[in-house]
């Protein structure tokens, strides 16, 4: 499972790099994303999606989103071990406020998620298939010329599963857009619930894409304390 994560990233930052190599001079109207999550309690997961803004990334105007995740996960009742695959995949439509310094975009639409466990846990209730329907929010903003601040927050009604994120950072190494500070996430479902504090590092330019990396400590409901690190890759065409 892993490596297959890893070479659907290496695929992604191929496809990716050669595009936006091709449109460099162009204004950008694609945000593209994917990355790899992994945490010392077995759980890993890998995930890639896209915001398309028909007026353009730097305009408000109409958002159209499109995202996949899938990993797997274990956890025990004190007797059994379960271990659990899941699939997600979300099809989403808002609008994006742009201003100088900051950036909001709300987006709505429908997710679908897939869980599978074995051996069945007949006290689990995020099992087989669900439709729901999904908000997200997210916020991006430079207060000044040396800090930034990101927020998300996203609801599905699919198994009651929530995300949230949020890191605030100061210009790093002397790098444009490279940012470091704490970061901090809770997320979960009808089966658990678990959150993270940690440190990122945003904005690690590699030609024409931005790399994210943050880690640090999680503590889970269902599976009790670990550790955390996340990576992601980002791009605009």
């Known amino acids: 499972?892993?490596?297959?994560?890893?070479?659907?990233?290496?695929?992604?930052?191929?496809?990716?790099?050669?595009?936006?190599?091709?449109?460099?001079?162009?204004?950008?109207?694609?945000?593209?994303?994917?990355?790899?999550?992994?945490?010392?309690?077995?759980?890993?997961?890998?995930?890639a999606g896209a915001i398309v803004a028909p007026d353009g990334l730097d305009n408000s105007g109409l958002r159209f989103g499109l995202f996949?995740?899938?990993?797997?996960?274990?956890?025990?009742?004190?007797?059994?071990?379960?271990?659990?695959?899941?699939?997600?995949?979300?099809?989403?439509?808002?609008y994006g406020f742009n201003w100088n310094a900051l950036a909001v975009k709300v987006m709505a639409g429908v997710n679908v998620q897939t869980q599978d466990v074995t051996?069945?846990?007949?006290?689990?209730?995020?099992?087989?298939?669900?439709?729901?329907?999904?908000?997200?929010?997210d916020v991006y903003a430079t207060p000044t010329e040396?800090?930034?601040f990101f927020a998300l927050g996203s609801y599905s009604t699919a198994y009651r599963t929530y995300y949230s994120e949020g890191k605030v950072g100061y210009a790093a190494f002397?790098?444009?857009?490279?940012?470091?500070?704490?970061?901090?996430?809770?997320?979960?479902?009808?089966?658990?619930?678990q959150w993270r504090v940690g440190a990122h590092l945003s904005g690690i330019p590699v030609s024409v894409l931005r790399f994210n990396v943050a880690g640090g400590y999680l503590n889970d409901n269902s599976s009790g304390p670990g550790y955390y690190g996340v990576l992601t890759m980002l791009g605009q065409f």
Not at 24 to 40: I, K, M, W
Not at 79 to 85: K, L, P, W
Not at 119 to 136: C, E, F, L, R, Y
């Open 1 to 47: 499972m892993k490596k297959t994560f890893v070479g659907i990233l290496v695929c992604a930052l191929w496809i990716f790099n050669s595009a936006a190599h091709a449109e460099d001079e162009r204004p950008a109207h694609v945000l593209f994303f994917a990355g790899l999550d992994g945490s010392s309690l077995h759980s890993y997961a890998g995930f």
């Open 68 to 94: 996949a995740a899938g990993g797997s996960y274990r956890y025990d009742n004190g007797i059994t071990t379960f271990n659990g695959r899941f699939t997600a995949g979300d099809a989403l439509i808002g």
């Open 119 to 137: 051996p069945v846990d007949i006290a689990n209730p995020v099992q087989g298939m669900a439709t729901g329907a999904k908000a997200q929010v």
């Open 146 to 148: 040396n800090t930034m």
């Open 174 to 193: 002397g790098v444009k857009e490279l940012y470091i500070g704490p970061h901090v996430s809770a997320l979960g479902n009808e089966r658990f619930d």
